[in-house]
């Protein structure tokens, strides 16, 4: 059974950083993807960045040049590190892995943490 474990939500100021962490284990396939995703209250859940296990990385337009996505591989761990946040990125943010399972790919998401930005 695959569990995601994340971690570094918090309240902090606008302008501030924060870095949120995701770690997977328990899966017998490979991980191709690993995502974060956000859900602010009364809107739809989106994707704010996501990496392959390649290393491509793509990102969300609100969020260009001021977050950055990583994984370790080895350790099937996903990093966010969140700069110059604004009000607006107050969400509770979700991690989702792609794993490589036979017969179909699945998507396995964490529990959330939140995140404030707030003065």
């Known amino acids: 059974q695959v569990q995601l474990v994340e971690s570094g939500g918090g309240l902090v100021q606008p302008g501030g950083s924060l870095r949120l962490s995701c770690a997977a284990s328990g899966s017998a396939f490979p991980i191709v993807a690993m995502h974060w995703h956000r859900q602010a209250p009364g809107k739809q859940r989106e994707m704010v960045a996501m990496i392959t296990d390649i290393g491509t990385t793509i990102y969300a337009d609100s969020v260009k040049e001021r977050f950055n996505i990583s994984r370790d591989s080895a350790k099937n761990t996903v990093y966010l590190q969140m700069d110059r946040l604004k009000p607006e990125d107050t969400a509770i943010y979700y991690c989702?892995?792609?794993?490589?399972?036979?017969?179909?790919?699945?998507?396995?998401w964490g529990q959330g943490t939140q995140v404030t930005v707030s003065s």
């Open positions: 989702k892995v792609v794993i490589r399972s036979t017969p179909n790919w699945r998507d396995v």
